[in-house]
């Protein structure tokens, strides 16, 4: 199982908290999936009143809380964010998400950095959202960083592992770094694939927050994280252009 900053998880799989049509939902998504992390925006939370209840049922979950800067734009914003919500949640753990762009929300890798870079000297335990770029991995990591989250498509497209060539190089450039695919994948198949790549784990809200029968679907992601995963293990086959049979050839019958 994946071990982030030290701490071992019981599962590939991380939950958003956003979007589910009901609480009630929303826990069964997280009770079906067994899911190990529930990442969290401080702008759900309040002092009182239903940020206290919304907090109140993440606490319930039992699960790790990854606390994220979900929606800032700066690098001021998203360091303020953290400290905040390292106050309210407890934890030195962060989602560091600084977007670039208010259209395709992707990452500014150059204030990504900075942001990193200040929050890894506080003490923080930093989850950076990326885009699949090695040299902005490279970075990060001398930044402090210990586990990346590269992109699979931006956030909310559901489109899956967009630069799958991208994705493979990230890997194969940092072996040993623990790695989450966040936002952008769809379907079970996606997290399949991402399991199948070697990547550590994923993060969704949206496929299974919007999906007809979210708990449904959380379960369905969970069990393809399962089966790329043991893949992954039992060391598939190389692809090849060539057709080769699967039959052997002796024993064909002769017809006169
Ligand atoms: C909840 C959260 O942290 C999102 O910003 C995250 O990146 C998930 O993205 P999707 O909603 O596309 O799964």
Redesign the pocket.
Known sequence: MPVFYGTEIASRLML???QYPSPAILAEAFRRSGAGIA?V?LRREGAGGAGAAFWQLIRDLGVAVLP?T?GCHSVREAVTTAHMAREVFGTDWI?L?VIGHPDTLQPDPFGLVEAARILTEEGFKVFP?MTEDGVLAGRLLEAGCQVLMP?G??????LGLNNRYGLRTLRAQFPEVPMVI????GLPSHAAAAMEMGFDAV?????V?RAGDPAAMAEGFARALEAGRLALEADPMEPRDMAAPSTPLIGLAVLA
């Open positions: 958003g908290t956003a990442t925006s994220n979900a989602k998400e959202y992109w498509a931006p956030i909310g497209t559901g966040d936002a952008g994948l993060l969704l809200n949206t496929a927050a």
